[in-house]
């Protein structure tokens, strides 16, 4: 199976908690939800979401970058560049046909499809920009960091709704075990809020509705009281190398990436298997990847959306395959669900929890649903020494992505 | 140079991120790293802005701004005739 271990040596994140890592896990640890009424959103059923802070596009990636990247593009190539320089390779030096770009995206450049569809609307198909394809489809993200780092190795993006983040570094995982590639720069990118897309999701009951006037306290994982999730966006980058690569060049280990495992429910488009069948196949799967036994994992990085559904199930889960005794914490309290990002988000923060022996609080959890009977953490981060952490991310259309990440490589 | 060359220096300026010193009526739209795709957004731009229609094939990203200016004016006063 395995073609040697693989290091986590480079992160970098865009979050609404904060544009780089620092800012990022600072403000997830701080508890404190940044859901917001959002000016885009305004007259929407949902009016509210985790934006991305202000940035000058062009400050961080030149000139007529918001021409060339839509905003899902942007973020990637923001955490990316942060993910690159901290990993310390030098882009200009390497072998790029060993170098992978591997990235989760649900949707891609919607904004970009929005706007030109409103132009085709206005001026007919003469007004339609011939940058639209080349801006809205959503493997412009890998494409656009290849061209970035000049990286000629494989490169994709993968789609598995929410779960498109943790599936991508699964897949750079397999790119590096098979000595395909020394260095994958891997992750997920999201910037989804828009009126339609959001209204799609409060549509179909996703999206939390009863807390509009204090969006705040919107979003609550594993709460008594959640309602749905909170829309987010932004990106997660990590800077995956075979280990054997990063001790040759004497490069920092963040983490090792042990394992991966996948599966599908086969069962609801949208909702989970209440049995939790498909959970269950893809947790035991990464667990035998990484070569851990379930009772070694002391942290997970949960889903934890927020939705009735999905935390209840989930946490029946975590409880029947690892025990009770995992800490866990949900980063969606804080920082909203980010959708294809989603996985590569919580797998940078499962990352840093690790290193930082710290595993957040979970945002809004005032009184925790009496039914879940696993230990979240709560109000304040909690010192705690991870060994074997799990970061779990589940999508619609039943798609479900487990990554076990583990201290050193 | 023509009135038409500094609408179009300001268009290139404001639309397209171009800084005005960088722009000469000898200047090629590839120096401004700009490819055929951006060519075209260029054309509509002109088309919304100054009201003026050049065919998609008529310019280059190896043409010069002077001579896109050209172009732009024959236009007009082919329109206008």
Known sequence: ?409 | MSSTYDQLVTLLTERFEVSPEDITPDTTFEDLEMDSLFMVELLLVVQSEMGVRISEDSATPADTVARAAELIDAQTAAAGS
């Not at chain 1, 199976?1 to 890592?21: Q, R, Y």
């Not at chain 1, 780092?149 to 779960?163: D, I, K, L, S």
């Not at chain 1, 807390?211 to 994982?221: G, I, K, N, V």
């Not at chain 1, 979970?362 to 009184?367: D, E, F």
């Open chain 1, 1 to 409: 199976m395995s073609g040697g271990a693989v290091a986590v040596t480079g992160l970098g994140l865009v979050t609404a908690a904060g544009i780089g890592v620092q800012d990022s896990w600072k403000g997830v640890c701080g508890g404190r939800s940044t859901a917001a009424r959002t000016p885009v959103l305004e007259g929407m059923p949902v009016d509210i979401a985790c934006s991305v802070p202000a940035y000058d596009p062009n400050d961080l990636l030149g000139r007529r970058s918001t021409m060339k990247y839509d905003r899902f593009v942007q973020f990637a190539l923001i955490a990316a560049i942060e993910a690159v320089a901290d990993s310390g390779l030098d882009p200009r030096a390497w072998d790029g046909a060993r170098v992978g770009v591997v990235l989760g995206c649900g949707m891609g450049g919607l904004r970009s499809y929005d706007e030109q569809h409103r132009r085709m609307r206005e001026s007919g198909p003469e007004g339609v920009s011939p940058l639209l394809i080349p801006l809205m489809i959503p493997n412009m993200a890998s494409g656009h960091l290849g061209m970035w780092f000049g990286a000629r190795g494989p490169n994709f993006v993968t789609a598995t709704a929410c779960a498109s983040g943790a599936t991508a570094l699964g897949s750079a995982l397999d790119l590096l075990r098979r000595d395909v590639c020394d260095v994958v720069i891997a992750g997920g990118t999201e910037a989804g809020i828009l009126p339609l897309v959001a209204t799609g999701f409060a549509r179909m009951g996703a999206l939390s509705t009863r807390r509009l006037d204090d969006p705040e306290r919107a979003s609550r994982p594993f709460d008594t009281d959640r309602d749905g999730f909170v829309m987010g966006e932004g990106a997660g980058i990590l800077v995956l190398e075979r280990a054997e690569h990063a001790r040759a060049r004497g490069a920092r280990v963040r983490a090792g990436l042990a394992g991966y495992g996948a599966s599908a429910d086969a069962h609801h488009a949208t909702a989970p298997d209440p049995e939790g069948r498909g959970v269950a196949l893809a947790v035991t799967a990464a667990l035998a990847d990484a070569g851990v036994a379930p009772d070694e994992v002391d942290h997970v990085n949960a889903h934890g959306t927020s939705t009735p559904l999905n935390d209840a199930a989930e946490a029946a889960s975590i409880r029947r395959l690892l025990g009770d005794a995992p800490v866990v914490t949900s980063a969606k309290g804080v920082v909203g669900h980010t959708l294809g990002a989603a996985g590569a988000i919580e797998a940078a923060l499962t990352v840093l929890a690790i290193e930082e022996r710290t595993v957040p609080p979970t945002a809004n959890l005032t009184a925790p649903d009496p039914a879940i009977e696993i230990d979240i953490v709560r109000d304040q981060p909690r010192t705690h020494h991870s060994r074997v952490a799990v970061s779990n991310s589940f999508g619609f259309g039943g798609q479900n992505a487990v990554l076990v990440f583990t201290e050193g490589a």
